[in-house]
């Protein structure tokens, strides 16, 4: 079946720590996304990607980096500059964004990430 | 700074009846709107979209589209005890960085039986 994977569903970093969210997808998406959620607030973009080798940053992408080798993959690393991690993180994925084209981003199942 | 509102609820409406719920947006330059539901622990799932003025309906959903008045809503027809979640509404510009989706807080609704 076709999809988004992220794993591992629960994570936890410890003081001082990276650590990789995978995100992974056999739907022959182009784009891929990065968001994070809190409690009592949207859904906020951490990075996102048209194309492979290429990314760009969203709104609140200080503290995380990510990188786009394969179509199929755009994992996310939280950096310890991170100072508040813990959140649901998203990964979502769709058919290249382009002017008067209305594709929807789908969303895998998410990674909560807590602070040891 | 572009924004989506919805009411944050809870919307309660009793089973079988017709659930509406509402977003308005900021940005003139709004041209897709999309709607989610999240049940409460899990991602986003896609319900519909919608781009055009007027009613798009799918099944027991319909969204509805008006520009002029920077407002969209989706009713939930025969509303069932399933259908309790909560709906996120996102809106998408048509260039450049306006292209990014800008999400609502969400409408928590709950369906009694």
């Known amino acids: 079946d076709g999809g988004i994977t992220q794993s591992p569903k629960y994570l936890f970093r410890k003081e001082g720590q990276n650590v990789t969210l995978s995100c992974e997808q056999n739907?022959?998406?182009?784009?891929m996304y990065w968001y994070r959620q809190d409690p009592g607030q949207g859904l906020r973009l951490i990075y996102y990607s048209q194309i492979v080798n290429d990314f760009q940053k969203g709104d609140i992408a200080e503290g995380y980096s990510v990188s786009r080798e394969k179509k199929e993959s755009f994992p996310l690393t939280v950096t310890s500059a991170q100072k508040n991690p813990t959140a649901f993180y998203l990964c979502?994925?769709?058919?290249?964004?382009?002017?008067?084209?209305?594709?929807?981003?789908?969303f895998g199942d998410g990674t909560r990430l807590s602070i040891l | 700074q572009k924004e989506v509102e919805q009411n944050s609820g809870p919307l309660s409406v009793p089973e079988g009846a017709i659930a509406s719920l509402n977003c308005t947006y900021s940005d003139r330059g709004s041209q897709s709107f999309f709607w989610y539901r999240q049940y409460s622990g899990k991602s986003p799932e896609l319900i519909m979209f919608?781009?055009s003025n007027g009613d798009k309906e799918d099944g027991r959903f319909t969204a509805q589209l008006n520009k002029a008045s920077q407002y969209v809503s989706l009713l939930i027809r025969d509303s069932q005890p399933s259908d309790s979640a909560t709906y996120l509404c996102a809106a998408r510009g048509n260039a450049g960085n306006n292209r990014k989706l800008i999400w609502g807080l969400g409408t928590s609704l709950a369906v009694n039986p």
């Open positions: 979502a994925s769709s058919f290249r964004d382009r002017p008067n084209s209305n594709q929807p981003q789908h």
């Open positions: 739907l022959n998406h182009d784009a």
């Open positions: 919608i781009y």
